[in-house]
DNA sequence: GCCTGTTTGAAACAAGCGTTTGAACGAGGC
DNA sequence: GCCTCGTTCAAACGCTTGTTTCAAACAGGC
């Protein structure tokens, strides 16, 4: 009686990446058990066997991102604040998980094509909270819409982030692996936010919103007739 | 000398949804075979083993989608038409291809975790054209858009169609498969391309677009001060 | 120091994998 | 009719897989 914690959780972390690299059926519990350092029959000892040891990552994996803040720090400012804070913390949360290029994502991502019981899990206790909470301050900005469009507005502000860890690899052979590379989190979240407030009406539309206050209203005459009398500047 | 083409015809198909379905090294070559009606054998005799089958059943899967369609045919009306018959053409394309729940386009969502040279071959004569094609529409519509703004812009169109292909189980989960379900293409479509018109400022925002011409003028004071004189209709 | 229960180690297990084999099959040319 | 060539078939081949075995190593209680 050693040390059988330490070898529980070596053997959780590099499952998490092998299985991440190689999905469940590609990686081998002896790559996994060279990979943790520990010997081959430990995975057995203290997991019973390769499926249980996957039910063990994908519950670790869950408890890896950012844990969920109260209401009362949530919700403060006004609703155009609080949808960039969720956006950047959600963008964050998503790229920069665990590190070794974010293998409980790309396990959420297996997950995706191949559901297994521990995603309706993942999506009561971690997704869920999250999403309902964006639903409310979409409502607050959007009080006549109904749940459909509530709903696929949540889809539109959450796809924009998720699309930069799902489609990465698609994403760098389009606009080039360095710039690629180069955009930061900081960058991607304000693009995000500004295109979703444009969109709600909650800030003047994008092309505009890009430049300088000064050339605002000096625009060449597309989309002529669209009002931004008021700069770009956040209401409420 | 039978029905060469038939038999290796049949493989294709068959590995296409087996692999989507399990992945590479889930899926089998005699559960392939099986699902395909033939011999065993019949794979290493067409294609030589099963990394090569599996190459044949990504080039294949690449032809799958529509055609592309010429310039000429694409770029006509609005730039705001265009996006819109751009958007909906993308997620028509992405849902229903070879339907069997789509396999063509979970062979790529696997691709996007574990990429082979396959991906490279299908961004560059598929994905690749078509995302030029939106970068032009945008173009015309934001002339003072650098490339990298101009790339976010992008993403910010195709993420929001992706998503019901990538997060389909996800969104499921969190509105309910009944609601899910109901979603049409159309409807989808049009959420999207009302969003996307909106924050580039082709469009009324948002909230506003959700309702009656008559109801755009009276909100309940949330985000004062956005300007909707023109009552939603599309410019240009 | 010895016993007890827990954890590790190297080796072996049956099962399933991708692949190969060699015979059988069937259509066309002579 | 017979030979040839492209194709199919059932059976077998190694090899790797997940899993099990059993002896050795270990810490703690007496």
């Known amino acids: 009686m050693i040390c059988m914690d330490e070898t529980k959780a070596k053997l959780i972390a590099a ?24 010997n081959i029959a430990a995975v057995n000892y203290h997991f019973g066997d390769k499926e249980r040891l996957y039910e063990q990552v994908l519950l670790a994996a869950q408890h890896q991102g950012e844990p969920l803040v109260s209401d009362d720090e ?22 920069q998980v665990g590190c070794e290029e974010s293998w409980p994502r790309t396990l959420m991502m297996r997950e995706m094509i191949q559901p297994t019981a521990a995603l309706d899990v993942v999506v009561r206790e971690e997704i869920r909270p999250r999403f309902d909470r964006l639903l409310t301050i979409l409502q607050t900005v959007c009080p006549e819409a109904d749940h459909r469009r509530l709903h696929m507005l949540g889809f539109s502000v959450v796809s924009q982030c998720v699309f930069y860890k ?9 606009i080039g692996e ?4 180069s955009l930061t989190i900081e960058e991607i979240a304000e693009h ?35 009002c931004r009398s008021d700069g770009g500047s956040l209401e409420q």
Do not use: H, Y
């Open 166 to 174: 799902t489609c990465k690899v698609i994403a760098a052979r389009l």
């Open 74 to 95: 949530f919700f403060v400012g006004t609703p155009a604040e609080q949808l960039r804070r969720f956006i950047e913390s959600f963008l964050r949360n998503l790229v």
């Open 178 to 181: 360095a710039e690629c590379r």
């Open 192 to 226: 995000i936010a500004s295109t979703c407030l444009a969109a709600l009406g909650l800030a003047a539309p994008l092309d505009a919103a890009g430049l300088g206050p000064n050339e605002i209203t000096t625009r060449t005459g597309k989309a002529a007739g669209t």
């Open 15 to 38: 499952a998490g990446e092998e299985f991440a690299l190689k999905g469940f059926a590609g990686a081998t519990i002896r790559s996994i058990s060279v990979r943790a350092g520990v």
